[in-house]
């Protein structure tokens, strides 16, 4: 039996190992500071071009924006189930439908805000901000989760010290228990990015596709790096049929596959980061 | 567990003497709580709110949104939309998507669970403790990958390379409807599908079933031991029937990943809509999700409201795994996909 269970966890190692080789060997050739650098605006049939500024800007503005709803939406929740609620008839439902929330398909996500903004905006809306809002959905409840989990760490004793000294609850919690908290606070917010990050299709409901740079997540589509990965992946090989002209048959799947291992590489950063950040700043409360 | 400023500061003067003296530990209670303190009570409390709003604005606004579509009927429909023709009615459309999301999500579900339990047995139980750690990790790597890289090996490295084996399965086990030859060429078939999905879950339900099968008492577990039991039997006496409804619940965790999962879905799949069970032949199966999104750039008002629809239905249909798994969990522990 021994054997056996050694055999699964063997198992389970050949996609991973074997994902990362593909990606690793077909995107590296790519991946270069011009790739990095320029858009896709102008960029035609088997061009020997084209990169993902625009969808790195895109990437950065949807997951910024999706980090600013969620992050004080999740830390205060969270604060409310451990500070406030104490196992009240709202705090459990609040982890209830939190637990719960983890399990909302993506793409459901997508269709909410959508649905949201086209109440505001009409149908059809297509901007940056409508993709924030997708992602938050996915990201409070990981956010709660994590933060709810670090607060319970904290000793009560600090807590109970605080109000010894006379510190009012409001900034007992601000100023003892989140401090305290805050490494692993940090590490749960940043696996919560590295989960969005990579999400593809909310963003390709709400944020739509372009070519070119766009700066302003308030107005006009925006390219982001999943939805980029997608589009070369369903654009597809391309008939060179021209010998005077370069031409790359497979130019489309080679975008994909450096955007695919740049997505890698942005996500993989993410986790090492918060992995190191908890390990780093974690307080020495061991109990 | 926290007890509140105003008890720790309210020394409570004596609440006894006659009925007009009780007011005053009141008042403090709630002197205490006023200012800056029940302003950021109130400002925690809308937050925990907020998120059950939310929850309940995402089902109401597909709801809203879908309505056009729910009420009329299904010719209506058929006229207007261009990917709902020949269809009879909004049942006819739903059926064989919710059939293929369930078929995909429960294979890969089959394939990901005894590999998941395995996997966590050899975490907690053979690993040596310093490696346990280590492995664990490198399980969730297989979750940080996104869905959109997966969706890329799964069609251009993974179908193609898996073909041949396909093509042998249907040779061999033809007779069975499941695996009914020949396998389509390029692989873009459901089983492909399935097993990319099955790769995707493994980390939740092995996250989930480690945390049970490290919670087995070491009472029980050294009991077994000293009847003489091997380390396999070990297991099978004392760790998984304490395990089993935290396995059945990270089963579930998974089944609802699965169903929900968009883009090797799209990616991989060929998709058509029939009640088939071939896994092995293309253009028989879709999914709600995959649906949605091929579906949705040519979609007109009436057909995002069918879309709508759709998501729906399997915005219902996760939500009912998910509590279901949730409360076979929650009678045991606090865990969460999340953490």
């Not at chain 1, 929740?77 to 451990?82: C, D, G, K, M, R």
């Not at chain 2, 294979?107 to 690993?127: C, E, K, Q």
């Amino acid at each position: 039996m021994t054997v056996l269970v050694s055999t699964a966890f063997g198992i389970a190692l050949v996609p991973l190992v074997w994902l990362l080789w593909t990606v690793v060997g077909r995107g590296i050739g790519r991946l270069d500071p011009y790739f990095l650098l320029h858009s896709m605006r102008g960029v035609f049939g088997g061009m020997d071009a084209g990169g993902i500024y625009h969808a790195i800007i895109g990437t950065v503005w949807v997951t910024v924006g999706a980090a600013v709803i969620s992050v004080p939406v999740g830390i205060l929740a969270a604060i409310y189930l451990v500070e406030y609620g104490a196992g009240g008839r709202l705090a459990r439902a609040v982890t209830f439908f939190v637990d719960v929330m983890t399990g909302i398909p993506s793409i459901v996500a997508g269709l909410f805000a959508y649905a949201l903004f086209s109440l505001f905006l009409g149908p059809g809306a297509h901007f940056g901000a409508i993709g924030a809002v997708a992602l938050s959905v996915l990201m409070i409840p990981v956010v709660v989760r994590s933060t709810e989990e670090m607060l319970k760490l904290v000793p009560n004793e600090l807590r109970e010290a605080a109000y010894a000294l006379g510190v009012p609850k409001w900034l007992t919690v601000i100023k003892v228990v989140l401090r305290t908290a805050i490494a692993g606070i940090t590490t749960g917010v940043m696996l919560a990015v590295s989960r969005v990050v990579g999400e593809t299709a909310p963003l390709l409901l709400t944020v739509g596709v372009i070519d070119s740079i766009n700066f302003n997540p308030f107005e006009g589509r925006m390219m982001t790096l999943p939805v980029y990965v997608y589009r070369q992946f369903t654009a597809g090989l391309v008939p060179c049929n021209n010998p005077n002209v370069t031409c790359i048959p497979t130019i489309n799947y080679d975008r994909a596959w450096a955007a695919a291992l740049t997505l890698i590489l942005i996500v993989m950063i993410l986790n090492l980061v918060a992995r190191l950040v908890s390990r780093l700043f974690a307080p020495k409360i061991r109990s | 567990m926290t007890t509140t400023a105003a008890d720790t500061r309210a020394p409570s003067p004596a609440p006894s003497n006659g009925p007009d003296r009780p007011r005053p530990p009141r008042r403090r209670t709630r002197a205490a709580d006023r200012g800056f303190n029940r302003a950021f009570r109130y400002l925690a409390t809308s937050a925990g709110t907020l998120i059950l709003i939310a929850l309940a604005a995402v089902a109401g606004f597909l709801l809203w949104q879908s309505w056009p579509a729910l009420t009329s009927s299904g010719s209506e429909i058929a006229s207007k939309v261009s990917f709902f023709q020949g269809q009879s009615s909004l049942a006819s459309y739903l059926g064989p998507l919710i059939f293929g999301t369930l078929l995909a999500a429960a294979v890969a579900l089959a394939v990901a669970t005894p590999l998941a339990i395995g996997i966590a047995l050899f975490t907690s139980h053979y690993a040596p403790r310093r490696l346990a750690s280590l492995l664990g990790w490198v399980i969730d790597l297989l979750a940080a990958i996104p869905s959109v890289v997966y969706g890329l090996w799964g069609a251009l490295v993974l179908a193609p390379t898996i073909q041949p084996v396909w093509q042998w399965v249907s040779n061999v086990l033809g007779w069975i409807p499941l695996f009914k030859g020949p396998a389509a060429d390029p692989a873009r078939v459901l089983l492909t599908v399935s097993l990319v999905l099955a790769v995707m879950i493994l980390p939740i339900i092995t996250a989930v079933s480690r945390e049970v099968f490290l919670q087995t008492p070491k009472l029980h577990e050294e009991a077994a031991l000293a009847l003489g039991a091997t380390r396999w039997e070990m297991i099978r006496t004392a760790v998984l029937p304490f395990g089993r409804s935290g396995v059945v619940s990270a089963a579930m965790l998974g089944l609802g990943r699965a169903l929900g999962e968009t883009m090797a879905v799209v990616m991989i799949l060929s998709p058509g809509l029939t009640y088939s069970f071939a896994l092995l032949l293309a253009g028989k199966q879709q999914t709600i999700a995959a649906n949605i999104a091929l579906k949705y750039p040519e979609a007109n008002s009436l057909g995002m409201s069918t879309l709508m629809a759709t998501g729906l239905a399997l915005f219902v249909i996760t939500m009912v795994v998910n509590m279901a798994s949730r409360w076979v969990v929650g009678r045991r522990k606090e865990f969460s996909g999340a953490n």
